[in-house]
């Protein structure tokens, strides 16, 4: 009697660990998803495991990019109002950078069925420009940051990792703990 509880013990704890594994590995659905999680899980079932994992892994180098991105811009876009109202960009933004608006914006014109970006023209620039934007009014923002090259190298090594992102790479990750510095980096700067 001992043996067969010892048994049937065994057996439920390597299945429950088998459970565990297979919902990790996303082949098998939990039983309290949400509607939402049981959709994602039905659309990523026939998606090769690596592919599948790949996403799960740089679901938090995208969240951490897209924090370090937009705390940038926003930033800059609290700053400029401030000094010069609602229409800063038009003052502060150079003659290449209102072209790449432009383009961008006539290039939506033309896609309606797509949607659109978020209306501040600094949403259409490059990750790049926005050092540029900061650099080249380095008197708006000297008091954030103790000089240009850290700014701008921040900028220009979180933009080749934000490449890596965009294009759907994978992330190694080194590159990710480097971004996750120069966001909390940023954030202790410009607290």
């Known amino acids: 009697m001992k043996s067969a509880i010892n048994d049937f013990v ?27 999680e049981r959709h994602e899980h ?43 109202g609602e229409n800063w960009f038009d003052k502060r933004a150079t003659a290449a950078m209102k072209k790449k608006v432009e383009e961008r914006k006539q290039d939506e014109e033309k896609n309606q069925w797509h949607v659109g970006r978020n209306k501040e023209s600094i949403y259409y620039l490059d990750f790049g420009h926005l050092g540029l934007l900061i650099t080249n009014h380095w008197d708006v923002f000297k008091d954030f940051f103790d000089n240009q090259a850290w700014v701008i190298s921040r900028i220009q090594d979180a933009e080749r990792t934000r490449n890596v992102i965009a294009h759907t790479n994978l992330l190694s990750s080194e590159e990710g703990a480097r971004l996750e510095m120069y966001l909390r980096d940023f954030l202790r700067q410009i607290a």
Do not use: Y
Not at 56 to 84: G, H, P, S, Y
């Open 10 to 36: 065994f057996t439920g704890i390597l299945a429950s660990h088998c459970v565990r594994d297979l919902q990790a590995r996303g082949l098998l659905r939990s039983p309290m998803a949400t509607p939402e």
């Open 42 to 84: 039905d659309l990523f079932a026939p998606v090769p495991e690596a592919i599948r994992g790949g996403s799960i892994q740089m679901q938090r180098w995208f969240r951490i990019l897209f924090v370090f991105e937009n705390l940038v811009r926003d930033l800059i876009i609290k700053r400029f109002t401030e000094l010069d």
